[in-house]
């Protein structure tokens, strides 16, 4: 039997880097896509990984080279209807695990600009895809990353992406309601309606993915040489919570929540990423069946997770202080939240929990690369929900008035 | 007091044009804006309104001879950030009434092109609407134009807007699930999600209406010379199944009903849109507030209207025939229904029931420009929901081996 061809979209971010690797060792053949744009964003907004990203042509040689395995490399553009087209007719492949999308809340909040290319790229670019794939591959799978933010935090359980509502005497299976965060989150709830659409319609199947906040800065594919290293971010644009703290923590700096700190989410480890999505693919979706996970194994509060890495410290004698600070977005500091995520576990999903261990590793390999760490992009959100895009935005060189922290 | 200004998008449009004129002629300042895109489409698909209408310029010019009041009429292009801004910034409307959206689902099921130009057109203009509201105007009341085919029909009543949910001993009041029919109803339920996140994050007053489909071909002020006329379409594209049904009653040809026409939806008298647009603009939206309802006044199925129009015209002693062709679409064909529309009567809304008179007056003003009924275009569907475009699309002209039914 040949090898399943899936197809990477969004290959050279965090998670699609990693996901590349991880299927090309299981066996898969994995067409790689991406038009590299997350660097430009990057780039625009002084907001580089921490430690350096090799190129695509670089990683996939070193891959080769370790692994004797292929990963094909190709930069499409998905906004482009015509090269998104050919991709899907030139490979036909029995999968697409697509990431190639804008991923940050901030970044989709500096302005109109920023809010429109997000959900122009992000919405056209999978409209693009789904005509492709109706045209080209119709039983290929279509594996969407979708966010928990798209839930926003309702004040009942959170089903995963269906709800059966009872209502006046009678009952249906319905859309969970959404109410997202951000232009950002907006535009994954407009993708999983077009998906839902082409789904009923076409016979398309789809599962969409609506992933917590991923952390952990390596797989074992990706530890296995610094070239195949994927990216970690720990500013306000392209980081997490978690990955600011653990920043701060290893550079001596105060941990910022934003506001009380009672803002919950759900959270999973890089490798569970893997781990969910390759089961997914071992088990697809039915022709005609848009199926959604919630793509997490455990939830936190933004003040626990500040408290898990304060402990952590304290047990290597080191003194971490939390500083609360005004809250950049607009969102509920203290609420209800219970998330399922349960059908992944069904599969099989043996979830890595967020251990101690864990987080000193992670510490520990931000302590090895702290000498890039920007003081000033670390300790002060750049974007706010009202006010868009502030003074601390601009990269570092250009910032008036503002005094360069360098850690 | 200075009489309020309200700026009416999509003036150029069916209900635009009315819209217009029943607030001029109510005392409101009406900037009447649109990019004319309207005309280009219905050029492009060989769509054109029954009876000709005239330009914005003479038409603006033509109220102003009969009524003595003025309607300022801009060209202004939404897609535009810098123009709709500055249109926003030069007027600082109390009111903004958007219309102006691509309002066909079987224009958006042509093809890709036309699914992402429609969604472009429609979530992109409203994007840059909502900046511009804020930046320039944030406590202008927004009155949106949206539709009842978001929700699609599912097995539970549908309320306006909002529903609370009870769930494993919770209950919480969350945005009602939708199941939108085509890439156009799909743009109108992105719309509504970032308009609902503009008024929650920012703080901005919104109505959104979803309205069910208006009958009409007139109101008092358009009734009142043939420049003031607004358009009337009776083709798959553009015109619904009323005016369909209407116009093969003139012209003496069957009633042609897709599937089984159990499809049940919202209807309203154009006259009603009119009163209800004006009694959410006399009660606007509370800051904040994302206030939706259904605007319509009484539920038909498509097989109910096509038997009314039979019977009317068997008043006369006109026999009509009715045909069931195969449904271009993908949708129920027998299902539950029942919308809720409580909201507008509450404000006072005194409905005009659909009537035997009415019917037999659509019916005759269509019979006075029935030299202009294209008999291709009234009898056979040009998109389908799993083909697209099919050979009827084309201009007549055009047309290769279809014989031009020219009634």
Redesign the interface.
Known sequence: MMAPTVAVLGADGYLGWAMSLHLSRRGYRVIAVDNLSKRQWETEVSATPLAPISSMETRVARWREISERTIEWRNVDLRD?DQTQQLIADHRPDAVIHFAEQPSAPYSMI???H??ST??NN??GT??LL?ALNEHAPDCHLVKLGTMGEYGC????IEEGW?T????G???R???????H??YH?SK??DS??IM?AC???GLRATDLNQGVVYGVQTEETALHEELRTSFHYDSIFGTALNRFCTQAAVGLPLTVYGRGGQTRGYLDIRDTMACITLALEKPAEPGEFRVFNQFTEQFSVAELAGLVQRVRAEYGLETSIAHIPNPR?ELEEH?YNAKHQRLLDLGLQPHLLSDTLLESMIQWVEQHADGVDGVALQHPSVT??GGANRYLHPASERDGVAAVRV
């Open positions: 209807a302005d109109l600009e809010a429109a959900q122009l919405v056209l409209l693009n005509f309702p004040n009942i359980d709800i509502i009872q209502h006046n009678r009952s249906d319905l859309p969970f309601p959404k109410l997202p951000s232009f907006l709830v407009h309606h077009n659409f009923r319609v076409w607009v209800y929900w009202t």
